[in-house]
């Protein structure tokens, strides 16, 4: 079935086409990281403004890089969308909070905004963001949940308007289920870009780039090193990918393992009981003045430090089964860097941030990999999934590849790690749409379990 999907359950406005098999003709993202960079973490009411105004700009784009150039011939263009995130709101703490003159009715700013979704014929003069359906689109699906509620709202609209202009079935998807399940996503070279919206006061850009060397992923086969030493390095295919397997999904908002015995069996083993560990990264980045988002850089650092220099705590290695918890860890780092003598020193010391942050993460990927390994012995299970954001850890994938040999281990290509929407196209491959009655009732779940 060809699918059109959306997501936008954080902090990136993801859209994608993908046909059986999970082949993905499209997958479009714009990333908002430089928009929240500022903030050192982000910002919900930020991030769903963004969402508006680039959500149409994001699908049209998808329809372009799957079917060609008709789409921009149609008269699209970026422009027109800087009303609705300047719209009077700064999250500064010494900035002017003013009410944001946001309207979710359909006047104010997003009217002006330019965003309409008329169906063909309608409206000539709004023809510049109108979508049409000329593509075979057979069905529309969406990130429900879980994530940021003023997000996902703008995602699930969109889809609830598409489905219902398009006279399509709309197929909810939780946004789990679509990382534990893009290990299955062939991803052609060429057919990813991604735009990253500039900080707020900074002219936009319209360029969207290619994202390089998301080589065919499908069947998929164990990490290999290449696929190590860097963040856009290909997965090499080697072998086929199987149920049942486990999934480590961890990112900046969830850490979960989860038994996946099909695409509608799966089972929550644990998860995080406080931070996420993109979070903890995050955090941690935060208290060393290293910005946003914190995983790369410390990642980076790390690479040159020494693990064992700092002593950090293992959080609930020995208890609690396959829960995590990483507030713990956090604060610990807080309270290295004021044994050292408080921050300046620390950084004064190259050799010191560096120690500091390599023993950091190896403690994060020390208690991820033992409950991960806890997992598969008593779950007897030979297969393992990494994905989401901190997957793109290169530390991680080194001693994940290291520790577990005997494990089919792979870890998605990062395109697919970070938040997309061809993981929710092929999630949606699997599961039944909603009767049509219930589409437009279709609600945003901000704590959805899952099913
Ligand atoms: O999956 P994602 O794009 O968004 C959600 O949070 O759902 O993940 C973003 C998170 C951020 O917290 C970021 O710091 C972390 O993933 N991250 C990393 C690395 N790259 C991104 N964490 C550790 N090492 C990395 N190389
Ligand atoms: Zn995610």
């Known amino acids: 079935m060809r699918i059109l999907a959306i997501e936008t359950s954080c902090d990136e406005t993801a859209a994608a086409v993908v046909e059986d098999d999970c082949r993905v003709l499209s997958n479009v993202i714009v990333s908002q990281m430089r928009v929240h960079s500022v903030y050192s973490g982000v910002v919900p009411e930020l991030a769903s403004r963004c969402h ?16 060609g150039g008709e789409v921009r011939s149609a008269g699209f263009s970026l422009s027109s969308h800087e009303k609705v995130r300047s719209a009077g709101f700064s999250p500064s703490p010494g900035g002017e909070v003013r009410s944001a003159g946001l309207s979710p009715s359909p006047g104010g700013e997003i009217r002006s905004a330019g965003l309409s979704l008329s169906s063909p ?47 399509l079935p709309l197929i909810p998807v939780h946004h789990t289920m679509g990382h534990l399940l893009s290990v299955f996503c062939e991803l052609p070279e060429g057919q990813s870009r991604i735009l990253e919206i500039p900080p707020e006061g900074q002219p936009a850009s319209a360029q969207w780039e290619t994202i390089p060397a998301a080589s065919p992923i499908r069947p998929i086969g164990p990490i290999c090193p290449i696929g190590l030493t860097s963040p856009t390095a ?29 695409p509608l069996r799966m089972r929550l083993l644990g998860s995080t ?9 995050d955090k941690v980045a935060k208290c060393l003045g290293l910005g ?29 089964e396959y829960d995590f918890s ?5 604060t610990a780092v807080v309270r290295a860097i004021q044994d050292f003598g408080g921050l300046a020193r620390l950084r004064e010391s190259e050799t010191a941030l560096k120690d500091l942050c390599a023993s950091f993460q190896a403690a994060v990927i020390d208690v991820l990999l ?19 954001g901190v997957a793109c850890n290169r530390g991680l994938r080194a001693e994940a590849a290291r520790r577990l040999q005997s494990v089919h281990l792979v870890f998605p290509p990062p395109v697919l790690c970070t938040d997309n929407a061809a993981m929710i196209g ?5 599961l039944p749409p909603l009767p049509r009655s219930e589409a437009l009732a279709l609600d945003a779940r901000a704590g959805w379990e899952l099913p």
Not at 236 to 255: E, K, N, Q
């Open 370 to 388: 033992k409950k991960t390994e806890r997992a598969l012995k008593r779950e007897r299970l030979r297969r393992l999934v990494v994905a989401g």
């Open 326 to 330: 990483f507030s713990g860890l956090k």
């Open 121 to 167: 014929g309608e409206n000539r003069a709004k023809a510049s963001t109108r979508i049409e359906n000329r593509y075979g689109i057979e069905a529309i699906a969406v990130t429900r949940g879980p994530g940021l509620i003023g997000s996902l709202l703008v995602g699930v609209e969109t889809a609830k308007t598409l489905a219902w202009t398009w006279n």
């Open 273 to 281: 009981l406080d931070d996420a560990p993109g979070e903890a990264y």
């Open 426 to 430: 092929a999630a949606a491959q699997y």
């Open 234 to 262: 290909p997965t090499r295919p080697t072998a086929a990918f199987d149920y049942p397997y486990l999934g480590l999904v961890i990112s900046g908002g969830h850490s979960s393992l989860v038994r996946v015995d099909s």
């Open 292 to 320: 946003y988002p914190g995983g790369p850089v410390v990642d980076r650092l790390a690479a040159e430090g020494d693990s064992e220099a700092f002593a950090l705590p293992r959080p609930l290695l020995h208890t609690r």
């Open 52 to 67: 508006i105004e680039y959500m149409l700009p994001v699908v049209r784009e998808a329809l372009e890089v799957a079917f």
